[in-house]
């Protein structure tokens, strides 16, 4: 079935790094998603990606889709205390199904 | 618009014991999709509708049933609760060619 493979699984970062992150899968999607989800809370949308090789920003973060519509990533510049969290890619399959990668958690240093 | 609203918040089920789980959209959305997440872990859909009268499975069915007889409720069903289903569900909705929107989780677990 679909999997995605999403990497780094966890990152530790100083406050000002950038962050990249991504995604990638054997399957062919038609969307892909960046969600950010806090403790307790259900995941947020950051991102939504509709066309191969779409490149998108909201804010300090960019995302992309890729060319071979099997792969995306996601950048955040010059990260802040408040981007601290769990991160999660999320393709959408002709079949409507959409899944989800294990998620990327991001802690940052003092 | 409350948006996507779950119920119950936590609750607590003993091995063998039958529960649904409510969901509901204010958004008249057509998609609505159910997953679980376990700790520490991503998201595994369940089962998913892309519309009023259709159900289609997804990663994770076993031990679950849907169903959508109403474009706003989305429940779903545990019949014999298992140690296994003690997870974090979480319901999303969304319109055509958009993302998902998640409502704010059901904490079970199993005893």
């Known amino acids: 079935g679909q999997q995605l493979n999403q990497s780094p699984q966890s990152m530790f970062i100083q406050e000002g790094e950038d962050v990249s992150m991504n995604c990638t899968s054997s399957?062919?999607?038609?969307?892909w998603l960046w969600y950010k989800q806090d403790p307790g809370e259900g995941p947020v949308l950051l991102i939504a990606?509709?066309?191969?090789?779409e490149l998108t920003s909201n804010g300090r973060l960019t995302a992309q889709f890729g060319i071979t519509r099997k792969d995306s990533f996601l950048n955040i510049s010059a990260s802040i205390p408040s981007d601290v969290g769990i991160y999660f890619c999320a393709g959408q399959g002709g079949d409507d199904k959409i899944i989800f990668g294990k998620g990327t958690r991001l802690h940052i240093l003092p | 618009n409350a948006g996507v609203t779950q119920t119950p918040k936590f609750r607590i089920l003993k091995i063998g014991q039958s529960m649904t789980l409510q969901c509901a959209q204010d958004m008249n959305h057509n998609y609505m999709y159910w997953y679980r997440q376990d700790p520490g872990m991503g998201l595994k859909l369940i089962y998913y509708s892309v519309g009023a009268g259709i159900t289609d499975k997804g990663e994770v069915p076993n031990g679950y049933n849907v169903s959508r007889s109403t474009t706003e409720d989305f429940p779903l069903r545990l019949e014999l609760a298992a140690p296994s289903q003690t997870s974090v569900y979480f319901c999303?909705?969304?319109?055509?060619?958009?993302?998902?929107?998640f409502g704010n989780g059901t904490r079970l677990t199993v005893t």
């Open positions: 990606l509709y066309k191969a090789g």
């Open positions: 399957s062919i999607f038609n969307t």
């Open positions: 999303a909705s969304r319109h055509y060619n958009s993302p998902l929107h």
